[in-house]
T-cell receptor, first 115, second 111 residues
Framework: KAGVTQTPRYLIKTRGQQVTLSCSPI?????VSWYQQTPGQGLQFLFE???????NKGNFPGRFSGRQFSNSRSEMNVSTLELGDSALYLC??????????????FGPGTRLTVL | TQLLEQSPQFLSIQEGENLTVYCNSS?????LQWYRQEPGEGPVLLVT?????EVKKLKRLTFQFGDARKDSSLHITAAQPGDTGLYLC???????????FGTGTRLKVLA
């Protein structure tokens, strides 16, 4: 069974640009969550999508958005990039979502560098 | 703001030593998970604990959830170089359906 895949793995952008990251969940999983990981703030929850609907979101500005397609694949978009957006962006999939004991399977992440 | 503090932040030990990593919060969690993350990869789930006072063993790893469900510990017996990595705890607050991750403990086991 293939794991969670994220593309691209590495990305370099400049301030003010926008970026779109992609996540393909494990086959059969309907929930996709996105996280930002930085050395200073650690791993922080961005949002969760389940059956094409955003079910939960963290405390990030509106520049961060996402969507999920009917095949459960998800994309995350960051507009007007800032230097502080440099981070490892992780995607995690699960069958039923963040409901206590459902296991999240993480992808390898996309390393975004903003210059 | 919910916070999960982990201690220590960094740990460098010799192969064969024992160690304990702590995860503390002032918030109550309905469940708590422990992950290990290696460079260039996403976190991998090690265990989920849901009952206050619960103890789970996974080979040389022992996980405990505090009675009040506000804290947890991870104990590794006879550490091996393969245990090297970033250990993260993550708590799920009832009704929010989002995990709060701890600050992380970076472990290095020297051969």
């Amino acid at each position: 069974k293939a794991g969670v895949t994220q593309t691209p793995r590495y990305l370099i952008k400049t301030r003010g640009q926008q970026v779109t990251l992609s996540c393909s969940p494990i086959s059969g999983h309907r929930s996709v969550s996105w996280y930002q990981q930085t050395p200073g703030q650690g791993l922080q929850f961005l949002f969760e999508y389940f059956s094409e609907t955003q079910r939960n979101k963290g405390n990030f500005p509106g520049r961060f958005s996402g969507r999920q397609f009917s095949n459960s694949r998800s994309e995350m978009n960051v507009s007007t990039l800032e230097l502080g957006d440099s981070a490892l962006y992780l995607c995690a999939s699960s069958f039923a979502g963040l409901a206590g004991t459902d296991t999240q399977y993480f992808g390898p992440g996309t390393r975004l560098t903003v210059l | 703001t919910q916070l999960l503090e982990q201690s220590p932040q960094f740990l460098s030990i010799q192969e064969g030593e024992n160690l304990t990593v702590y995860c503390n919060s002032s918030s109550v969690f309905s469940s708590l998970q422990w992950y290990r993350q290696e460079p260039g990869e996403g976190p991998v789930l090690l265990v989920t604990v849901v009952t206050g006072g619960e103890v789970k063993k996974l080979k040389r790893l022992t996980f405990q959830f505090g009675d009040a469900r506000k804290d947890s510990s991870l104990h590794i017996t006879a550490a091996q170089p393969g245990d090297t990595g970033l250990y993260l705890c993550a708590g799920l607050t009832s009704g929010t359906y989002k995990y709060i991750f701890g600050t992380g403990t970076r472990l290095k086991v020297l051969a």
